[in-house]
């Protein structure tokens, strides 16, 4: 399987994983302030259709309780919201203290939002916590994909779903790969004045699973029923496993 990697990755791998997570954490510290007017940018607002597509995945319903992983600014709460009603609850984990004073300001007057500042690799939560569990976006960026998922997969409910959301490494679309890796990092450099970070969203994406490689992991983790499938042309990809009963 492919790995995703900053370019000044480590040799070692235990001081690899740990500069990668450094190095991912100041950056999303930087660009918080940017993140979602750039996501709008790049994604041309389609990131909105895409989250709201990959919620629906959870089969969630009034009065369950749904996890967001690596939730950033926590816009996917939006989607995941309604969902679960005014007696539901929706959990949103990141490791980025500036991304989550974002979620915390935007949420703060509702009482059915928790955020909390974690680690995917070890979710603080429970066995059998949740009804579903979602990662937006934040897969690529995680040091050990398997354990992240493993997390995933251990929190949620017998019979509950997690999906995850993110970007393909071979998308089919014409233009696309010049445009991640030419024109995103443009973006963001006159946008949010941080050019690398955006390299490094190009960069990430093209070491990144395929769809396929994705699929099999949700089963080795444990999940079954699992669906596996692209959008915008191959350009994103989205899967969603069950938990067994």
Not at 88 to 115: E, T
Not at 181 to 186: D, E, G, M
């Amino acid at each position: 399987m492919s790995k995703t990697s900053l370019s000044s990755i480590l040799p070692d791998p235990q001081k690899a994983a740990t500069s990668k997570a450094q190095q991912v954490e100041q950056m999303f510290d930087r660009i918080a302030g940017s993140y979602d007017r750039l996501n709008n940018w790049i994604s041309m607002g389609f990131h909105k259709q895409w989250k709201r597509q990959a919620c629906q995945k959870l089969q969630l319903k009034p009065g369950h309780q749904a996890l967001d992983v690596c939730t950033g600014t926590g816009d996917l709460i939006a989607y995941l919201l309604p969902l679960v009603g005014e007696q539901g609850q929706v959990c949103g984990l990141d490791f980025s203290a500036q991304m989550l004073s974002f979620a915390q300001q935007r949420y703060q007057n509702q009482a059915q939002v928790a955020l909390t500042q974690g680690d995917a690799l070890a979710l603080p939560y429970e066995d059998n916590r949740f009804d579903g569990a979602i990662i937006s976006f934040g897969l690529r960026n995680v040091t050990d994909i398997p354990k992240a998922l493993a997390e995933m997969h251990r929190v949620i409910k017998p019979g509950g779903w997690m999906v995850n959301l993110d970007t393909a490494p071979k998308p089919l679309l014409p233009g696309m790969q010049f445009y991640f890796s030419k024109i995103v990092p443009l973006l963001g450099g006159l946008l949010a004045q941080d050019s690398q970070a955006y390299q490094y969203l190009s960069n990430s994406t093209q070491h990144f699973l395929t769809p396929q490689e994705l699929k099999r992991l949700f089963e080795q983790v444990g999940c079954v029923n699992v669906e596996s499938q692209t959008l915008m042309l191959g350009s994103v990809s989205l899967q969603a496993g069950q938990k067994p009963f």
